[in-house]
T-cell receptor, first 112, second 113 residues
Framework: GESVGLHLPTLSVQEGDNSIINCAYS??????FIWYKQESGKGPQFIID?????DKRQGQRVTVLLNKTVKHLSLQIAATQPGDSAVYFC???????????FGQGTILTVHP | NAGVTQTPKFQVLKTGQSMTLQCAQD?????MSWYRQDPGMGLRLIHY???????DQGEVPNGYNVSRSTTEDFPLRLLSAAPSQTSVYFC????????????FGPGTRLTVT
């Protein structure tokens, strides 16, 4: 079946660096995408979302880029901090189903 | 607002036992859902509800039942626990009506021996 997946399961960066977490999706009917952050022992927390009629959306220190041509989604975190260390999930939604499908997650580790 | 609350936080069951995981939200959200999270598997949808009295199956519904008698509560029942149901369970809610930002509870860690 079609699913959302991540290219890299782990990412280690130095404090202050910019981080890029990638996600590939296979369903061309997906029209909405979300990034979640999950800290150890907690539930996922919403970071940012983007609709398929957009290529880029910016939040506070985070930017999501959507490339529909190659079905690729990325989350950019500027000036990464130790508090950004967590597992990051992307998820997509297909209009006709109305439910979110989550990817496996990427572990981001930020070294001081 | 308390947001999404789940009880219990931890539970150990023997194979064949039944139990109910509780989930409540005080945000008047229409949409509620249950996920399980296993290592390396991400979050998988078990059941969901688009409003009181309406439920539907997700990706992995077998072995679980749900009901939605009120907007606030969405309990998940394990009918006869199996070791394969050892997992962390998350409940989530969202406004619905085009808003898909889901708010997650803190999770219930379930172990079936």
């Amino acid at each position: 079946g079609e699913s959302v997946g991540l290219h890299l399961p782990t990412l280690s960066v130095q404090e202050g660096d910019n981080s890029i977490i990638n996600c590939a999706y296979s369903n061309s009917a997906s029209d909405y995408f979300i990034w979640y952050k999950q800290e150890s022992g907690k539930g996922p927390q919403f970071i940012i979302d983007i609709r398929s009629n957009m290529d880029k959306r910016q939040g506070q220190r985070v930017t999501v880029l959507l490339n529909k041509t190659v079905k690729h989604l990325s989350l950019q975190i500027a000036a990464t901090q130790p508090g950004d260390s967590a597992v990051y999930f992307c998820a997509d939604r297909v209009t006709s189903y109305g439910k979110l499908t989550f990817g496996q997650g990427t572990i981001l580790t930020v070294h001081p | 607002n308390a947001g999404v609350t789940q009880t219990p936080k931890f539970q150990v069951l023997k194979t064949g036992q039944s139990m109910t995981l509780q989930c409540a939200q005080d945000m008047n959200h229409e949409y509620m859902s249950w996920y399980r999270q296993d290592p390396g598997m991400g979050l998988r949808l078990i059941h969901y509800s688009v409003g009181a009295g309406i439920t539907d199956q997700g990706e992995v519904p077998n072995g679980y039942n749900v009901s939605r008698s009120t907007t606030e509560d969405f309990p998940l029942r394990l009918l006869s626990a199996a070791p394969s149901q050892t997992s962390v369970y998350f409940c989530a809610s969202s406004m619905g009506g085009g808003s898909y930002e889901q708010y997650f509870g803190p999770g219930t860690r379930l172990t079936v021996t």
